[in-house]
C-alpha cells in the first residue's frame, strides 16, 4: 500500500523528491549556512552519491553510517542510501568515541561518512578511532578536516559525479517492507539499541505529521537535533522533504542561532524539547526577536510545565501561531498521538491518538485497564519499527504475537486523550535525550578509585532532569568532582555527564543485591542541602 500524497502515490521515501524537482526545481529545498540547495540540485546530489555508493559495492540490505552535526549531506546520503535499497543510520558527534564504535561495529556499515570540520564534527583522532569499527567498509567519505584523512570528501565526490548515470530503480528492485533507517536509543538494559524502521513505517507516519504540523510547499522547518533523534530524521527531516517544505538546518541547538535564523529565514515551523524553550525564553534577547513568521510551534520529548506552556502560549497567541504536542517515540517513528486545535494544553498532555494506531493502557500483565486509570502504554499500528537490529530477544520481549508493543512508559486515557505520566523503568530524560542509571554507572564504576556508584534523576527546570552521582570510593582513595568529570566527560555523551557527585561510604542495598532507589533518592534529598563546589 502506497502513502497517500499531492504528488502521487509513494511507496518508497526517495520517491518524493524528484517528484518535487520536476513540480519546483528552483524553489529552496534543503538550506545549510551558506549552502542553498534546489530541489533540482537535491535530487541531482541523491543520484550522484546513490551511484557511487554502488560502484563502490553497496547494495540492498547494507548500511550506510553517517556521524555529524545536522548538516546538508544528512538528507542526501539517507534518501541515497533508500534508493539503493540499503538503510541509513546516523550518529551524534557528541557521542564519546567508545560509544560511536560499539555502535558502528553493531550495526556494521557498508559505507561510512563523517564530518571532520570544526567545531561541530568530530576530531581527526575519533575519526581514526572509528573507521575501522565496521568489517564491511567498502567506502569512506569525510566533510571538512584535513587533507590526511586519505579518504574522498564528500561533497568533491558527489559534485564530481554524474547524476545522469543513476536512474530511478524499477519497484522490483526493493521492498517498502525492507529496512530504510537506523536509530539507535537506549534499550532496558542500558546498551544502545538499533531500532530498524522500513519506508511503509515512515511514510505511515508522516502522511499524519505534515497534515497536523502544517507543513505544506511554502513551509520553512528549523532543524537543529541530532542526527540520531527521530525527530531529525523523521519528524523534522524526511517530514519536511515529504511535504515539499524547506528544510532550515543549523549545526547544534543554541537559543540565540535559533532566533537568528527564525527572523532571517523566515521560520514557519518550530518544533523543540521543553528544556530548548526554556533556554529561548530565558534568553535576554528573547523579547526583541520577532516571530511573526512561525505558524507552527511543537513541543514533546518531555512534559512541559505550566511555567513553560504559559509563555509558549502568549507567545503562540501574539503571532497567531498553532502549538501542536503529543505522544512518541523512535520505535514508532515519532508522535502517535497529537493535540489539536482548541485542546487545552497542561503538563503531560499529549493528545489524541492517530486514526490509524491503537492504545491501550495495561497493568504488568498486560491486561487492559479501565479508562481514568494509570498503566504502561502499550501501542499497534503501521509505524511500528520492524524491531531491534541484532536483539530478537529484546524485541521479542517488548512486542507480542498480536503486535502489540510495550513502551515502558506510563499514562492515563481520558475520553480518548493521553495524559503522559512518566517512564515505568528507571530511564529519564535529559534536554529530551533518553538517559540510564546503568549507562553512567558502568563508565564511573572502570574509574580505578572507585568501589561502586549508582545513578539518581534529580529534577532540572531547564533539562527536565539531570543526572546525580553516589559515588563509592575505594578504601584508601581519594576523589573529587572534577577528576570523575573530567573522567566521564571523555567516555560519555555531555549530556550524561553527572551535574553533582556525592561520596558515600555505602550505597544503600536490597535484599537482591540490587541498589535501594527509594532510598537513594532520600539521600539525594539529603545531599540537597549540600553546597554546590
Given amino acids: 500500500m502506497a502513502a497517500d500524497h499531492t504528488i502521487g502515490p509513494i511507496r518508497f521515501l526517495w520517491e518524493a523528491i524528484p517528484r518535487w524537482a520536476a513540480l519546483h526545481p ?169 531500532v530498524l524502521h522500513s519506508h511503509r513505517s515512515i511514510l505511515a507516519n508522516v502522511v499524519h505529521e505534515a497534515r497536523l504540523f502544517g507543513i505544506r510547499e511554502d513551509s520553512r522547518f528549523l532543524l537543529h537535533f541530532p542526527i540520531n533523534h527521530v525527530a531529525a530524521d523523521v519528524e523534522i527531516g524526511y517530514c519536511t522533504l515529504y511535504a515539499g517544505g524547506t528544510l532550515v538546518i543549523l549545526p547544534k541547538f543554541s537559543p540565540r542561532d535559533v532566533m537568528a535564523t527564525v527572523a532571517s529565514e523566515q521560520v514557519t515551523v518550530l518544533g523543540q524539547v521543553p528544556a530548548m524553550y526554556s533556554m529561548l525564553f530565558s534568553d535576554p534577547e528573547f523579547s526583541s526577536t520577532p516571530f511573526r513568521s512561525v505558524k507552527t510551534f511543537i513541543y514533546g520529548g518531555g512534559v512541559m510545565s505550566r511555567e513553560l506552556i504559559r509563555p509558549l502560549e502568549s507567545l503562540a497567541g501574539s503571532v497567531g501561531a498553532a502549538i501542536v504536542t503529543g505522544y512518541g517515540l523512535s520505535e514508532f517513528a515519532g508522535f502517535v498521538s497529537a493535540s489539536l486545535p482548541g485542546d487545552t494544553l497542561f503538563p503531560g498532555y499529549a493528545g489524541r491518538l492517530y486514526p490509524d494506531c491503537e492504545m491501550r493502557i495495561a497493568d504488568t500483565s498486560g491486561t487492559p485497564l479501565p479508562d481514568g486509570e494509570a498503566g504502561e502504554i502499550l501501542l499497534r499500528g503501521p509505524y511500528r519499527m520492524l524491531g531491534y537490529l541484532n536483539q530478537p530477544g529484546i524485541t521479542q520481549a517488548r512486542l507480542n504475537n498480536d503486535g502489540w508493543f510495550r513502551t515502558g512508559d506510563i499514562g492515563v486515557l481520558k475520553n480518548g486523550a493521553l495524559e503522559f505520566r512518566g517512564r515505568a523503568t528507571e530511564m529519564f530524560k535529559s534536554g529530551g535525550e533518553n538517559i540510564f542509571p546503568t549507562e553512567i554507572e558502568q563508565v564511573l564504576e572502570t574509574h580505578p578509585s572507585v568501589l561502586a556508584a549508582a545513578i539518581v534523576a534529580v529534577p532540572d527546570p531547564t533539562f527536565g532532569e539531570v543526572a546525580h552521582a553516589f559515588v563509592v570510593p575505594q578504601p584508601g582513595h581519594s576523589l573529587s568532582e572534577d577528576a570523575l568529570r573530567a573522567y566521564c566527560a571523555g567516555r560519555l555523551a555531555h549530556f550524561k555527564v553527572p551535574r553533582r557527585f556525592h561520596f558515600r561510604d555505602r550505597l544503600p542495598m536490597l535484599s537482591s543485591g540490587k541498589v535501594d532507589r527509594i532510598t537513594l533518592r532520600s539521600w539525594h534529598a539529603e545531599a540537597a542541602e549540600e553546597p554546590a563546589p
Avoid at 41 to 50: F, S
Avoid at 117 to 124: A, R
Fill in 26 to 194: 528552483e524553489r529552496e529545498a534543503v538550506v545549510d549556512g551558506k549552502l542553498r540547495l534546489s530541489w533540482r540540485e537535491l535530487d541531482r546530489h541523491i543520484r550522484a552519491l546513490a551511484e557511487v555508493l554502488r560502484r563502490a559495492g553497496v547494495r540492498p540490505g547494507d548500511c550506510v553510517a553517517q556521524v555529524s552535526p545536522p548538516n546538508a549531506a544528512f538528507p542526501i546520503a539517507f534518501m541515497a542510501a533508500a534508493r539503493l535499497g540499503a538503510f541509513w543510520a546516523g550518529f551524534s558527534p557528541r557521542y564519546a568515541p567508545g560509544e560511536l564504535y560499539a555502535m558502528l561495529e553493531d550495526c556494521a556499515p557498508a559505507a561510512l561518512i563523517a564530518d571532520l570540520s570544526e567545531p561541530c564534527g568530530i576530531s581527526p583522532a575519533t575519526y581514526h578511532a572509528i573507521r575501522n569499527a565496521s568489517d564491511n567498509l567498502l567506502l569512506a567519505l569525510t566533510i571538512g578536516g584535513p587533507a590526511e584523512s586519505g579518504d574522498p570528501d564528500f561533497w568533491e565526490t558527489v559534485q564530481g559525479e554524474d547524476s545522469a548515470a543513476c536512474a530511478d530503480p524499477a519497484d522490483e528492485q526493493l521492498d517498502p517492507d525492507a529496512p530504510a533507517l537506523l536509530l539507535y536509543t537506549s534499550g532496558s538494559t542500558g546498551r544502545p539499541l538499533g
